[in-house]
């Protein structure tokens, strides 16, 4: 009676093992049936993945990132502090909101803001523009770059020339309350 439970378990194992592909991991067998001309060639621009979360940070998956500062870890995540770049450097940002909040009540964006941009006015000017994604159509000149305003699980990406001149470029998501909670950093041009 034990051997027959056994050998239930076996042939149940080895039925589940050849429903699985026989062991072929998911790359191996995109790589297999992938045609060559379906690849995407790298365009030279560094790209910045960054995650818009609920407690109103931009975050990334690796504290080990070419030019991006880290603060505190927030799970499996780190708290994006500041971005190096080299003067006219090509630079690609790419964010994603991950939230368990409907859009209404927590989306993100990633706006960029010129050298001399007062950051504070910028984001309390801003809260009223709900119409515009939360960005002051009068202000439009302090931007160098922004992305849309994402809900949970939405992505966009920007890519944009660093400005020549060195120097600090205040970065925030100006959804209502966002930058006043800590939701900013700085983009360094050195």
């Known amino acids: ?31 297999q ?31 080990d990132i070419e030019g991006v ?11 994006v502090e500041s971005i190096t770049a080299s003067p006219g450097e090509e630079l690609r940002i790419e964010l994603t ?3 368990n909040l409907p859009p209404t009540a927590m989306s993100h964006n990633f706006v960029l803001l010129t050298a001399d941009a007062d950051t504070d006015e910028f984001a309390r000017r801003s809260l009223m523009a709900s119409e515009n994604d939360y960005i002051e ?5 302090w931007i160098i770059a922004h992305t849309e305003m994402l809900g ?3 992505t966009d990406s920007i890519t944009f020339t660093v400005p020549e001149e060195p120097g600090e470029y205040d970065f925030i998501c100006s959804f209502p309350g966002h930058y006043a ?5 700085t983009l360094i041009v050195e």
Do not use: H, W
Request: charged share 25%.
């Open 1 to 31: 009676m034990k051997i027959s439970k056994y050998f239930s378990m076996i042939i149940l194992l080895v039925a589940f093992t050849a429903a699985c592909g026989g062991g072929e991991t998911q790359e191996q067998e995109q790589e």
């Open 33 to 63: 049936t992938a045609p060559a001309e379906e690849t995407t060639a790298d365009d030279g621009v560094r790209t910045i993945e960054l995650i818009g979360i609920d407690d109103l940070r931009f975050v990334v998956e690796s504290d």
């Open 69 to 79: 500062q880290t603060g505190e870890q927030r799970g499996m995540r780190y708290e």
């Open 97 to 99: 909101t991950v939230s």
């Open 137 to 141: 159509p009068e202000l439009t000149d």
């Open 152 to 154: 949970n699980g939405e």
């Open 181 to 185: 909670g800590g939701m900013y950093g």
